[in-house]
């Protein structure tokens, strides 16, 4: 019984710990959800997928083809597809363009830090992302300023996420790199296939190097979300081999992003910037792209780590969550940096906050995560002006999402 105790009680500090992390924000409330919902997932066998069928979902795969998307729900899928499964008007036929000197001259700014939009809207795949779209009569998210933009990630819920043509073709034309998602998830079943391993090498990431070459767009962001099941030896080097592999296949061209999320401890515990945890995953891909609730501090330590292990600080992004303002979701708000008022019609106030001498001369590459939530969460006339232009909308001291780009390039 003991035991037992002992146990349950390290069960929860490390909950606890993977929770508010070791330099986010406490918030008790939110440790008490987050505390109750893992509970709930022991006791009922871990999260329910209530989505669609399996053959619901095939379906509607056949019919996304006819729209030019391609995604994959289950890795068997993903094993399944080869080059010539690939419908042409699938396949982005823009090669990315260098992006000349002069685009920053039309706004009388000088680039400084890099800048990654990682697209969320409303799941993706959407009618007027389709090669032939359909008229529409709403207002859909469109990035408007793509002159600031670095890397654009089209993201989903998908297992593998694969960027519809016409965004690659867009961003293509404007110099843009344009990233897919392959994401694991706690409901995500048979997560073990991705590190399966045949003659030394992983089939899964051969796959997903193809998929890349064969769409037509320039890399993945990684975004591990659940813990690899403890049968696994030597995780830490085996995933670490797989981003290798991945890169390898890929070739150095195309651009691999981990997000920051599980750790070398097999734990999804947010590091909010370069730590040990997370240190040889990032030296394995060609960038990190951290969590949401970071400090000043975790920028200053994640630099240090960068430089004494000879990672290029411009590839150490810092994620700012657009979502944070949203007040209509369960559970614990979302905090972003700033904690006080971050995200939303905020997000500019990064860049002018007490800190911006760190942000903006420091040079601090940055991931804007969900900018589209102009438009799920204000989908009312005028919402699309107030988060794409300066703050006509708001007031003289919220910012909006283009302002903010405009003042990071300063």
Excluded at 36 to 54: A, E, N, S, V
Excluded at 70 to 98: G, M, T, V
Excluded at 243 to 261: H, P, S, T, V
Excluded at 279 to 288: P, V
Aim: aromatic share 12%.
């Amino acid at each position: 019984m003991a035991s037992l105790k002992i146990t349950f009680r390290n069960f929860i500090e490390s909950l606890v710990h993977s929770i508010i992390g070791p330099l986010a924000f406490p918030d008790w409330k939110r440790i008490g959800w987050h505390l109750g919902k893992k509970l709930r997932d022991i006791l009922h066998g871990g999260p329910r997928d209530t989505g669609p069928t399996r053959e619901e979902r095939l379906a509607q795969r056949r019919r996304d083809v006819l729209k030019g998307f391609a995604y994959f729900d289950h890795f068997q899928e993903l094993e399944d597809c080869r080059p010539e499964h690939a419908d042409p008007i699938q396949i982005a036929n823009i090669p990315l363009l260098k992006r000349p000197e002069t685009v920053y001259k039309h706004v009388n700014i000088s680039k400084t830090s890099k800048i990654i939009l990682c697209h969320d809207y409303k799941g993706g795949y959407h009618d007027y992302e389709a090669i032939r779209p359909e008229d529409v009569d709403a207002e859909d998210y469109s990035c408007e300023y793509l002159q600031y933009i670095d890397t654009f990630i089209y993201f989903s819920h998908k297992l593998v996420c694969v960027p519809p043509p016409t965004w690659t073709n867009t961003l293509h034309r404007n110099g843009v790199k344009v990233l897919g998602t392959f994401i694991l998830e706690p409901q995500s079943p048979d997560i073990d296939r991705m590190l399966r391993q045949c003659d030394g090498h992983f089939p899964i990431a051969k796959q997903l190097a193809s998929l890349a070459d064969t769409f037509g767009f320039d890399g993945w962001l990684l975004n591990i979300e659940k813990e690899f099941p403890r049968a696994f030896s030597h995780l830490p080097k085996r995933l670490s081999d797989f981003i290798e592999d991945l890169k390898q296949y890929a070739g150095d061209d195309k651009q691999i992003i981990w997000y920051d999320a599980l750790t070398v401890d097999n734990e999804v515990n947010h590091q909010n910037g370069l730590t040990q945890k997370n240190l040889s995953f990032a030296l394995a891909a060609d960038a990190l792209f951290t969590n949401y609730e970071w400090l000043p501090e975790n920028v200053f330590h994640a630099r240090q780590v960068a430089v004494k292990n000879d990672i290029n600080t411009e590839d150490v992004y810092f994620g700012i969550d657009v979502w944070a303002q949203n007040t209509n979701m369960s559970g614990p708000p979302r905090v972003t940096y700033p904690p006080e008022g971050g995200g939303g019609t905020n997000t500019g106030v990064v860049s002018l906050s007490p800190d911006k001498t760190m942000i903006r001369h420091r040079y601090v590459p940055l991931g804007l995560h969900f900018p589209s939530s102009a438009l799920s969460l204000h989908m009312k006339r005028g919402s699309h002006k107030a988060f794409e232009s300066p703050s006509k909308y708001y007031s003289a001291h919220s910012y909006s999402t283009t302002s903010f780009l405009r003042l990071v390039h300063q």
